[in-house]
Nanobody, 123 residues
C-alpha cells in the first residue's frame, strides 16, 4: 500500500513560516489526489488543501488561501505545504493523505494517511 510520511512540523512564532513535506512511496501516483488536513485538539479534522498529482490542480480551504501553498515534485514523489503568516489558530497536527482520484474535500474518503506532524504557533 501507499506509505506517506510527513515532516517539517515544529514550533514557530506568529507570523512565521514552515514547510511541510509528505514523502510518498509504495505505488505510482499518477491518478492520485494528495491532500493536507489538520486536526487541532478538541476539533474535527479539517480540509486544508489538495493537489492532483498529474496536473497539479490545487484546491484550498478559504481560510488558507493566500497563506498556504501546496505543491508537488513528481520525480521525488513528494508533496509540500508551504505555510506563511502562521497564526496560533493554525496550531494542529497536520496530516498528508492520498486517494486514487475523485473528490478531494472529505477526509473520510481518503484511503491513505501519514502519521501527522505537529505544528505549533505561539502567540
Amino acid at each position: 500500500q501507499v506509505q506517506l510520511v510527513e515532516s517539517g512540523g515544529g514550533l514557530v512564532h506568529t507570523g512565521g513560516s514552515l514547510r511541510l513535506s509528505c514523502a510518498a512511496s509504495g505505488r505510482t501516483f499518477n491518478n492520485y489526489v494528495m491532500g493536507w488536513f489538520r486536526q487541532a485538539p478538541g476539533k474535527e479534522r479539517e480540509f486544508v488543501t489538495a493537489i492532483t498529482w498529474n496536473g497539479g490542480r490545487t484546491y484550498y480551504a478559504d481560510s488558507m488561501k493566500g497563506r498556504f501553498t501546496i505543491s508537488r515534485e513528481n520525480t521525488k514523489s513528494t508533496v509540500y505545504l508551504q505555510m506563511n503568516s502562521l497564526k496560533p489558530e493554525d496550531t494542529a497536527v497536520y496530516y498528508c493523505a492520498a486517494k486514487p482520484g475523485g473528490r478531494y474535500y472529505f477526509a473520510d474518503e481518503y484511503t491513505y494517511w501519514g502519521q501527522g506532524t505537529q505544528v505549533t504557533v505561539s502567540s
